[in-house]
Every structure is written in C-alpha cells, then in structure tokens.
C-alpha cells in the first residue's frame, strides 16, 4: 500500500493547479482583458469621438423570421414610427428621446419605453456598484442606442415582445418602431398595472398590459382584438437583447451569458465567446425559461410553461458591435373575426437573490429556475451549504459569524471521522523514529521495506490512509463555499468586522505597506493582507504536527506550501481565508488535543528553525 503522505501530496498538488491555474493564469487574462477595454476607451475620448453605440438602435431580429437581420420586423403602419435617437447621445439622452411609462417599486426604478413597448430602462435601488455609500446604483437594463461602456459595466439590454405573423400572414404588427398609447395615466408600481395599445389600422387592435410585484417578476399580457373580416394567425414572442460584448469575472468556476432551461434538454449555459462561434442554438421544449446571466444580475423569459416553444441563443454581428439575444416562438394562434386571444409571458429582471428566485420557481413552478444562480455541478452540496449559512446570518446579522459556525458545525458532523484520522496521524507520528530506521535498513529493497513498515502498521494498529480524510472532507468543503461566496449576491459587500468591509472580496490590506500606516498604495498581485497571513500561520502549525516526510522533495514542498498558499489564496475572497484559517486552527486544536492523549508532542520551535536554518526537524518522541 502507497505511503499515506503520496496521496495527501496528490491532492494538495491539485488544488496548487487549480488554484494556480486561477492566480497565475485566469486572474493575469481578465486584467488583460479590463486594460483593453480602458485603453480603447481612453482612445476615444482623446480623439473626441463620443463611446461606441449600437449601430442601429432599437431593431433587434424577430424569432421565426425568415431573415434575421437587424431592421427587418414587419412594417409599421403610416405615422406610427418613432424617432430614432441621434447616435452617441448619452444614456439619459436616449431616454428622453422617446415617450415613456415610469416604473416606482421598492426595488426598481425606470420605464418601458411606449416606442416598441420595451422594458429598456432598469435601475436596482437596493444594490450600488461598489460598498461607499454614495456609489451609482446598479444600471440593468439601458436602451438600444446608449453608449456600450465596459468600464462601467453598461450596455443596451433589454426585454421585447409581439407577434410575427404565421405564414402566409400580412397582418401589419407592432415593432420595435412602433408608438403605442398609454390607456389613462400613471406609473408601473406593483399595485397599479399599466395598458398600452395600437392599432394597425387593419382591424387588429394590440394591447399589452404590464403588472410588476415587489421583487423582479414584469407580467406582460399581450391581446389581439380582431374586427377585420377574415381570421388572423399569429406566433407570440418574447426575446432578450444585449448589445455589446459586456465585461465578464473571467472565472471558470463561474457562467456569465446565455442560460437556460429546455424540459428533458435540461440546463443550457453557453457563454458569449461560444455562441459567437456557434452564431446560433436552437431548442423546442414545453416548460422552458431562457435568459442572459451575469455575475449577480439576470434577466429570463418565462413563457407560458403549458406551451411548447421555439427557443434560441443568437450572436450578431453589425460593424463592430456585437450583439446577443435570447428569444422564444410560442405555437401560432388564430384569431377569428370579431374574437380576440391573449398570451402570458414573465420577465424576471434583476437580483438574483436565493430567496427570491426559490420563491418564484416554487410559486409559479419554473422548472429549475433556481439554476439561474450557477450552484454548479457539487449543487447538492453549495445549496445546502448556503441555506445553512443563510440561516446562521439570519441568527446573527453578521455572515462571516455564520462562516465560522458553519465550519463549526462540519467539524461536528465529522469530528468520529477526523478523529480517527487525527489519532492514525498522531500513532504515524509516534512510530517515525522506526519508520525512518526501516526505511534506512532496507534502503535497497524497497519491497521489504515495504513489508517491513505494513507489518509496523499492522503492529501498532495504524491505517496509513485514514490521515487523507481529514482533507478529502475539507476539499469539497472549501469549494462549495467558495463558489457561495462568489456567486451569490448575499455575500456581495457583507462586512465581517474591522477592515474586511466585503467578504467576497479579498483582504484589503497588505503587509508591503504594514497594514496601510505606510501612505502608499500596493500592486493587487502584493496584498498579502491579514487575514491570508493568518492562515498561512495556522496552516504552517498544522502542518508541523504530521509525521516529517521522509523524502527530500517532499520535505522541501510541505516546507513551503504555507508561503505559497498565503501568496495564491490571498487574491481570494476574504471569506473563504477566514474559514480556511478557522478550519487550520479547529483542526490544530483537536489534532493537538489527540496527541497529547497519545503522549506525543510537537517541537514548533525546532521545526521552526528547521524551516528557516536548513537543520533537520527531529522527530517528536
């Protein structure tokens, strides 16, 4: 049987590669990246030109038809179009440019624009782009025709919806062009819906009415009254526009883009850079929802779930503005002389918070809409992880407290098992000093060697491998919970206490400056804050009480790892250092516990020395 410090070596070497891969390789590619778009921004400015805008403002393709290109929605009948908004104006030019219904909820603000009857304009009042007080608010939706900004995370983003006509259809239908007209007055405010309409002046009379509750679910019942003479067949839709490649986390652990789910297809998550090379992916389901994701942000479609759809991810391309929808086809519906039809699609747009996409996926059962946060592939263990840290903060007020008492809590779920492991660990220990002499004396027959240290730890009643579980248990552990403090929102600005005002951002501070008493500011790669510092301490401590490797590579990587660790992890959100550092010092304090019922101790201060004197470490006794 492999020596037990092979396969902790393994894994410790596995998370270096993830963790390196993420440091040294991810985080250097996303900076890249922001440095592009700035460069190209500050370009601009120095040549006068206003920031780049969509080139056609306000005609995204229609799902179902035959040429899907910009601009190319039915006709709007004679007066009925309105005017398109004069390139480079500034976001709130845009809005001014055009009629509009205002939107007042307790956590939005905007409008939907009565040219083309969009959802175009949306404010989240509850969140601010970074933790001072007087930052901006988070800007969701912004109109085709505003500036795409990268640098302050901006674009043209928006919700549409209407008919394209069946085939062999002429009907005239409402586009993106069209100026409808508000039935009385009022804003959208989740106790007073709104109604628009138009008529084609063909005997169809649209009419659309918006409903809004107080979280982020628009309701949008679009009718059709028909007075005209012969029957009318339409297809109802709804699709998601965005213009712009916008500015992504860059993290593999993370989906930012298109999303959605199809039935039995199940989740679909295609990023921009994949769509683009596929242009388009289309999928036919009943029960389906469909969106564009961001990190802490969402807007989905939510037809009608009895329905059976037309689904698609898009990419487009005019100029130099890239552009990406998500659209759906409901089945064609007809409209008899004299009758009328209405259909019923949602618009989720805003925050994803866990408890109100649960709430949302239960109330009008969306399949799986709780994916709309990317729980990823360990959801069974990152869902249950934030619930039950959810609730500790509810207890608390404070999430870093919930941190520490859910690492409490896993500690005693698995404290029989760790100390098992602990005890093996400490009994390995124990017998080093013959272990080193049975590796000496059969240093040239490694199979009796081996026989040799099976037949000590048979002897003694050791299971060398029972010391991996104490970090195969922690390995998925520290996972689920950094993805929960990278993904949800709740974790977005949560102060712990004194300078760690965010846990899903890393320490500010940094050793390279004592803490911030010197006035200068540090290079990101260099903030080895506190917090990082202490983790590499306690990581180092629990280090020196496992047995010493015997190997000399070994012995140089484990003597090390602590630095490197502090170094890698210190970029990582200060949550995950605080439970990492938690988690080392729990487990020092039962390893130590253990080993002291075994008799056995720890020479800190010569492994210390050790460390920094080149002398071997000796064995405890």
Same mark, same amino acid.
């Given at each position: 049987?492999a ?6 070596l393994?894994?410790?070497l596995?998370? =270096? ?10 985080m250097? $590619? ?6 592009? $778009?700035? $460069?190209?921004q ?18 995204p ?5 035959t040429?899907?290109?910009? #601009? ?22 845009? *809005? ?59 674009h ?27 039935q ?19 005997? /169809? ?9 107080d ?14 003479? #012969?029957?009318?067949? =339409? ?7 965005r ?10 652990i993370?989906?930012?883009?298109l ?7 199940? /989740? ?16 036919k ?6 969106g ?19 689904s698609?991810?898009?990419f ?12 759906? /086809? ?73 941190i520490?008492l ?7 779920l ?25 590796r ?15 037949? *000590?730890y ?29 993904i ?14 965010d ?8 050793i390279?400056? *004592? ?19 202490i ?6 401590v ?21 630095i490197?660790?502090?170094?890698? /992890? ?23 516990l ?11 201060w ?16």
């Amino acid at each position: 049987m492999a020596d037990n410090r092979n396969y902790i070596l393994a894994i410790v070497l596995s998370i =270096l590669v993830l963790v390196g891969w993420q440091y040294f390789v991810g985080m250097p $590619q996303v900076e890249r990246q922001r440095e592009a $778009q700035r $460069q190209q921004q500050l370009q601009q400015q120095a040549a006068g030109q206003a920031p780049s805008v969509t080139p056609v403002p306000g005609t995204p393709p229609v799902p179902g038809q035959t040429t899907p290109t910009p #601009g190319s929605a039915a006709p709007v009948a004679p007066g009925a179009a309105a005017p398109v908004p004069a390139q480079g104006l500034s976001r709130e030019a845009v *809005l001014a440019a055009t009629p509009r219904i205002g939107i007042e909820t307790p956590r939005l603000k905007g409008s939907i624009n009565l040219a083309g009857g969009r959802v175009d304009d949306l404010i989240l009042t509850t969140y601010r782009e970074t933790i001072e007080r007087n930052s901006p608010n988070v800007v969701l939706f912004a109109p085709a025709g505003s500036p795409i900004d990268p640098v302050q995370h901006r674009h043209p983003f928006y919700a549409e919806f209407g008919f394209v006509p069946g085939a062999g259809q002429t009907a005239a239908v409402p586009n993106a062009q069209t100026v409808w007209t508000q039935q009385g007055s009022g804003t959208l405010t989740p106790t007073t819906p709104v109604t628009i309409t138009w008529d084609n002046g063909q005997g /169809l009379t649209f009419r659309r009415t918006f409903a809004i509750d107080d979280s982020y679910m628009i309701t949008v019942k679009d009718g059709v009254a028909n007075a005209g003479a #012969g029957p009318v067949t =339409l297809h109802p839709f709804g699709l998601i526009s965005r213009h712009g490649l916008p500015q992504t986390s860059g993290y593999y652990i993370l989906h930012e883009g298109l999303i959605g789910v199809f039935a039995d297809k199940g /989740l679909h998550e295609v990023g921009y850079s994949a769509i683009e090379t596929a242009r388009t992916q289309s999928f036919k389901a009943r029960g389906a929802w469909l969106g564009i994701t961001d990190k802490y942000w969402a807007a989905a479609l939510i037809p009608d779930q009895t329905q059976e759809t037309d689904s698609s991810f898009k990419f487009f391309q005019s100029g130099t503005t890239k552009s990406f929808q998500t659209d759906f /086809l409901s089945p064609p519906v007809t409209i008899a002389p004299g009758a009328s039809s209405e259909t019923t699609t949602r618009l989720f747009a805003g925050a994803k918070e866990v408890r109100v996409v649960d709430g949302y996926s239960a109330a009008l059962n969306i399949d799986r809409f709780d994916r709309l946060i990317d729980w990823g592939w360990f959801y069974f263990i990152t869902k249950p992880l934030f619930v039950v840290m959810d609730w500790f903060f509810v207890q608390t007020g404070n999430f870093g407290i919930a941190i520490l008492l859910v690492t409490l809590l896993i500690k005693a779920l698995f404290f029989p098992l760790a100390n098992k492991s602990y005890a093996s660990i400490t009994m390995m220990k124990k017998v080093q000093p013959e272990m080193m002499a049975l590796r000496d004396r059969y240093a040239d027959d490694k199979m009796k060697q081996q026989q040799e240290l099976m037949a *000590l730890y048979k002897r003694e009643k050791i299971n060398p491998l029972a010391g991996c579980w104490p970090i195969l248990i922690q390995i998925p552990v520290f996972f689920a919970l950094y993805k929960v403090l990278f993904i949800t929102i709740e974790m977005r600005h949560a102060p712990f206490f004194g300078w760690v005002q965010d846990l899903s951002a890393p320490d500010p501070t940094s050793i390279f400056n *004592l803490f911030g008493l010197l006035p200068f500011a540090v290079p990101a790669f260099l903030l080895i804050g506190v917090w990082p510092i202490i983790m590499g301490i306690t990581m180092w401590v629990q280090m020196q009480m496992n047995p010493a490797p015997t190997d000399p590579i070994q012995a140089a990587f484990f003597k090390w790892m602590p630095i490197l660790f502090t170094f890698m /992890l210190a970029s990582f959100p200060a949550g995950l250092v605080i439970y990492w550092a938690w988690n080392n010092l729990l487990s020092v304090l039962q390893q130590g516990l253990i080993m002291r019922k075994y008799g056995v101790k720890i020479e800190l201060w010569d492994n210390m020395r050790s460390m920094f004197g080149g002398g071997p470490a000796k064995p405890a006794a």
